[in-house]
C-alpha cells in the first residue's frame, strides 16, 4: 500500500470517528434499574411469562428504548433496619452510631429499562401494559424491590 493511500484512510477515519464522538458521550436518555430477589417457587412459566412480557416493554409503551434484565453477576444486600425506638431514632436521622437489629435481603436479580426521557417513566406507570407486566413480575419476585434512576447527562 502507498503512504498516500495510508494517509487518506487514516484521515477518513479521523473524519468518521470526530463526526460520531458525540454518539460516545453520555446518553441523554433515562435509565430505571431496579433489583429484585426472586421467589424461590416460581416456575418455569412464570418466569417465561416475565421474559416475554419484559421483551414486550419497548413495542408496548412508547418512549421504552431498550430493556436488559438477568441474573446479577453478584447479589446486592438490601438491609432493612429492625424495630427501633424515637430516642436511637433521632440519633440514627442525626448519623450517630446506634445498635439496631438489621434484616439482610439479597437482590440476585436486575432489569434495566432505558427510556427516551424521564416524561417516559411518568407515563409507564400509568400505562394500560404496566399492569400486564407488573402481574407477570410479580410472580417471579419476593415482594419489595431495590430500585434506582439514572438521568443521563
Not at 424515637?86 to 440514627?92: E, H, I, L, P
Request: proline share 5%; hydrophobic share 40%; aromatic share 10%.
Amino acid at each position: 500500500m502507498h503512504l498516500p493511500s495510508v494517509t487518506r484512510i487514516a484521515a477518513c477515519a479521523s473524519l468518521i470517528l470526530a463526526c460520531h464522538a458525540p454518539a460516545f458521550a453520555g446518553d441523554q436518555t433515562l435509565m430505571h434499574c431496579f433489583a429484585w430477589t426472586p421467589v424461590k417457587e416460581a416456575t418455569p412459566a412464570d418466569w417465561e411469562a416475565f421474559s416475554k412480557a419484559s421483551d414486550a416493554l419497548s413495542h408496548k409503551i412508547k418512549g421504552i428504548l431498550r430493556v436488559w434484565y438477568g441474573k446479577l453477576a453478584a447479589p446486592l444486600s438490601q438491609a432493612s433496619l429492625g424495630k427501633i425506638d424515637s430516642a436511637t431514632a433521632k440519633q440514627y436521622f442525626a448519623g450517630e452510631t446506634v445498635t439496631v437489629p438489621v434484616t439482610r435481603t439479597p437482590r440476585e436479580y436486575g432489569m434495566c429499562m432505558e427510556m427516551k426521557d424521564a416524561n417516559v417513566l411518568k407515563a409507564y406507570e400509568t400505562d394500560p401494559y404496566h399492569k400486564f407486566w407488573t402481574d407477570a413480575y410479580a410472580r417471579i419476585r419476593v415482594d419489595g424491590t431495590t430500585t434506582f434512576n439514572i438521568l443521563g447527562q
